[in-house]
């Protein structure tokens, strides 16, 4: 069987694995001590992507594949608008409807890894440079070198730019194209506020607040079946060092005496998150980016794909699973 390195273990590196591993000897390297990469779920909450959405057909399948379900994001009752003065009730517009994982997407990455039966898997493996080797590729990480037939870059295209070196060096377009490629919410930073009760619920609140002032410029319902929490997208310019104490006033400011008290507090700082995004990706970014990148590199030896390189849904989950059915279809055919 011909060899096959998979740099990356988030969702497209994780599936390609599950898609490949029949045909190929699957070697997957992670630099990080978890799987998931953006995924990043700790007590059923979701730090990173929370939600899908009806329209992405591949992802809403593999979900239902893996005996997972999907609950519906709650919305119902009136939102919040903040500013400094004062806090208004409104009704907000309908939007598509978005749908969470039962167990935080965190269980599709659980499920994904529990399938694969011949893979390897190498946590805590950070590959450093790529070179041509006759007809093979020398894959140098921070622990080994090993020889692979083809290799499968999944990171984000700024951060294969900033961390793996080639010999011979990428060609200077799709250096430029790499350079210019954002990072997907490489910007956020998201906290869960987890309570006692739902008191928003009861107070006819969905849960979404919108906010020019508080450092939440965004908050919405984050409830697990059992366990009660509201998440946040932190506004950019906010100091991160007293964090927790500003949430906490600005929960005190939306919601009065109603609230319940805090029982739990996570927060993750994309922008600090070295295997995830490089510094530039911290300016937030205006538009969603005009994802998509066909490309390939030493006759096809290096196939970069990831969500960042997909045509479809890019940026998305939805986008990494597209990403990775396409190259897999090339090299299982
Ligand atoms: C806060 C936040 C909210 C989001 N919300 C949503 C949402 O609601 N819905 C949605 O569809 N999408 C959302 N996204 C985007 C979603 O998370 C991504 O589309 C998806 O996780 C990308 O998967 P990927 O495998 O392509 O990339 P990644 O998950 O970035 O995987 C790359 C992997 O490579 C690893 N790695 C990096 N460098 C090396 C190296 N040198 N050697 C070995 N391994 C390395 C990383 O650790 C990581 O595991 C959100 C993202 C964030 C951060």
Redesign the pocket.
């Known amino acids: 069987m011909k060899k096959i390195a998979i ?8 599936y390609a694995a599950t898609l490949l591993e029949n045909n190929y000897n699957i070697t997957l ?4 001590e978890r ?6 779920t700790v007590d059923g909450f ?8 009806p329209h ?1 057909n591949r ?1 809403v399948e593999l979900v239902r594949s893996l005996g997972l379900s999907i609950f519906r994001q709650y919305r119902n009752g009136e939102a919040l608008y903040e500013t400094p003065q004062e806090v208004q009730r409104f009704n907000p517009a309908p939007n598509a409807p ?1 749908g969470r994982i039962i167990g935080g ?1 965190g269980a599709l990455i659980d499920q994904l890894a529990l399938q694969l039966k011949r893979a390897q898997i190498n946590l805590c ?4 440079m790529l070179a041509q080797n006759n007809d093979q590729i020398l894959l140098t ?1 921070n622990k080994n070198e090993y020889q692979f037939d083809h290799v499968i870059i ?3 295209p700024r ?1 294969t730019l900033q ?2 070196r080639f010999d011979p060096p990428l060609p200077t377009e799709l250096q430029n194209r790499f350079a210019a490629t954002p ?4 910007h ?1 930073v ?1 906290c869960v506020i987890e309570f006692e009760t739902p008191f928003w619920r009861e107070m006819g609140l969905s849960g979404f607040c919108f906010s020019h002032s508080g450092p939440m410029g965004e908050v919405h319902d984050a409830c697990t079946f059992d366990r009660y929490a509201l998440f946040g ?1 932190i506004r950019s310019e906010t100091d991160m060092r007293t964090i927790e104490a500003q949430v906490r006033q600005q929960l005190q400011h939306l919601f009065g005496e109603n609230a319940s008290p805090i029982i739990g507090f996570h927060c ?1 700082d ?1 922008r600090k998150e070295l ?2 995004s490089v510094e530039i990706d911290a300016r937030p970014l205006m538009e969603h980016p005009n994802y998509g990148l066909n490309s390939d590199y030493l006759n096809n030896k290096i196939t970069f ?4 390189t997909s045509y479809h ?1 890019g ?6 699973l597209a ?1 990775t059915d396409k190259i897999a279809h090339l090299l299982n055919t």
């Open positions: 740099i990356g273990g988030g969702l497209s590196g994780l390297f992670e630099a990080r799987l998931g990469g953006r995924v990043y979701d730090l990173g992507p929370s939600w899908i959405w992405q992802i978005s997407i493996e950070t590959v450093q990480s999944t990171l984000p951060l961390s793996l990072t997907w919410m490489g956020s998201k997208f993750v994309w295997f995830s794909i990831g969500t960042e849904e940026g998305y989950l939805e986008g990494a990403s």
